[in-house]
């Protein structure tokens, strides 16, 4: 994210070694600290940034009547879409999980925003 120009602050850092401090975290930011984002963070900072809206959808599969997720991603302005569905048939499911589909969503934006495809 930082690549892409994320310079937000967050509440949670991560530390590539253990490190204790006595002193408040955001004193001591340097090359060894990297925030530690929310996924509605970044899913947030694409929105307002590049106008890129997510939505994460909950779809009952007509083959075996199980349930899983699809992503999808769309920019208003230009009606470019992205999408984990399937062409066919309509209801089949990509991902098993929730976080499984959030994850790769995520992945998907950032590689968009990296490709220059966001206008």
Known sequence: MKELGYAEPSAFYWADEIITVGFPVSDYLGSRWVAALLY???????????????????????????????????????DVHYSSEPDAPYGEWVFETY?????????????????????
């Open 40 to 78: 509605q963070q970044c899913f947030r900072w694409f929105r307002e940034k590049y106008n890129l809206h997510i939505s994460i959808g909950h779809y009952c599969s007509q083959h075996d009547s199980k349930w899983g997720y699809n992503w999808n991603i769309s920019n208003s302005n230009t």
């Open 99 to 119: 976080e499984e589909a959030e994850q790769a969503c995520l992945e998907k934006l950032i590689e968009i925003v990296k490709n220059g495809e966001k206008n």
